[in-house]
């Protein structure tokens, strides 16, 4: 699975499961997200990527602050589709 910076992704696994957060990085088989509340732009969360399933809904992140990325997220329509895997 190919996830690009700027993604929305699904938290599949862990407390934050079911959550909609951004891809801020990524690092080989782990990826690094943000929420905007729980992990803020400035320290987002390293994850698996086997742990987060990838939406269509992609995010401009640049001049993005976390106050307009939970806003954002929120906005999202709750049909937000998945991406079939590869």
Request: glycine letters at 10%.
């Amino acid at each position: 699975m190919d996830i690009k910076v700027g993604r929305v992704v699904i938290s599949s696994a862990g407390h934050d499961g079911g959550r909609r957060m951004v891809v801020t990085g990524a690092d080989g088989g782990f990826v690094f997200v943000a929420d905007g509340k729980e992990r803020k732009l400035a320290s987002p969360k390293k994850k698996n990527i086997k742990h987060v399933r990838a939406t269509s809904a992609f995010i401009e992140l640049e001049g993005m602050t976390d106050k307009r990325l939970r806003q954002t997220l929120r906005a999202l329509s709750p049909e937000c589709t998945l991406q079939e895997s590869e």
